[in-house]
């Protein structure tokens, strides 16, 4: 298909979308039009990120030429209007290196001596170590596309000698993992540690690492840790569940308010808390008896959760 094909089939609806969008109260109804370009935005959403991605780059392109104005304007606006700048793969990255630079200045003058608690018999020079190896480890993955998978101790680190500088070789490693990230494209098929094989599941792991890792150092500190959530809304009620089986425990989590759950068989135990405070517990952070956790039903399990799981 040669770019001019790609690009018309693109044209007319920016158009007519745009057309829809803009037009008086007395030529369309308003409630019609949102209809109309929400179940557009819907159908849209169903396509591959990869797809998605290249209609919002053929979307502003049809923006640019035009000449300057509020059609202009209108169509530049269009992608967001219909969520195909959403990309949360983009996202993930930013997330990560908002976390790691949290974590780096959190560290950057703290004895890499103290001891972390949070990971018994660890101090903060291991726990830099492993959050750059991670990186490093994730960088290899992702630049070769890996098909089976690497050892993290078979990764070069280039590990400065002075564990005070730790903290900038993090950093460094970071920088260079989101630059491979970035430049990856999220839908191409790799080895993974997780059931996702793709390069899109990498920033995810990463960004639970740098938010878990970013706690445990908050807490050095006597800092606590805050959760980005909806804003003005403030956090949302999560909940979890706990379900014993003949051999195995089920978890189930749910990020809506009200929490629901369901599980494969009743709860013998229940957590509430708000939105990201169950996965410090699941990682063993926080105590059930924490009093960020309401608990009911019998504890038997969830005490002996940290105990089964414990990293």
């Known amino acids: 298909m040669t770019e001019a094909l790609e690009r018309a089939p693109a044209y007319a609806p920016a158009l007519l979308l745009t057309t829809v969008d803009t037009c008086d109260d007395d030529v369309l109804d308003p409630d019609a039009a949102v209809e109309r370009t929400e179940h557009t935005a819907y159908r849209l959403g169903r396509l591959a990120p990869a797809d998605r991605r290249r209609l919002a780059g053929l979307f502003h392109d049809t923006a640019l030429r035009e000449p300057d104005g509020d059609r202009r304007d209108a169509l530049d606006r269009l992608p967001g209007g219909l969520g195909l700048d959403d990309d949360p793969h983009a996202g993930n990255c930013d997330a990560v290196e908002e976390h790691v630079a949290r974590f780096v200045k959190t560290v950057r003058d703290a004895d890499p ?104 150092t908050l807490r050095l500190g006597g800092g606590g840790f805050t959760w980005h959530t909806d804003g003005e809304r403030g956090p949302r009620p999560t909940g979890i569940a706990t379900a014993a089986t003949t051999a195995t425990a089920t978890v189930a989590t749910t990020a809506t308010a009200p929490a629901t759950v369901t599980a494969t068989a009743p709860a013998t135990v229940t957590v509430d808390a708000t939105s990201g405070e169950p996965l410090l517990l699941l990682y063993g952070r926080y105590g059930a008896g924490d009093r960020r956790y309401a608990v009911t039903g019998d504890r038997t399990l969830l005490d002996a959760w940290p105990a089964a799981t414990r990293l």
Do not use: I, N, Q
């Not at 170590?129 to 098909?147: C, E, Q, S």
């Not at 050892?151 to 590990?159: G, K, Q, S």
């Not at 500088?165 to 260079?176: M, Q, T």
């Not at 191409?188 to 996702?196: C, K, L, T």
């Open 113 to 216: 001596a103290t001891p972390v608690s949070t990971c018994p018999g660890w101090t903060l020079a291991d726990l830099v170590r492993h959050h750059g190896t991670t990186h490093r480890w994730t960088d290899l993955l992702v630049r070769t596309r890996a098909t089976a998978r690497v050892r993290p101790r078979d990764v070069p680190l280039d590990l400065p000698g002075d564990p005070a500088e730790y903290p900038d070789w993090l950093a460094g490693s970071a920088e260079v993992t989101l630059r491979t990230l970035r430049a990856a494209d999220p839908d191409a098929g790799m080895w993974s540690h997780g059931a996702d094989l793709h390069v899109r599941f990498f920033p995810r792991r990463l960004l639970f690492e740098a938010v878990v890792h970013l706690a445990w």
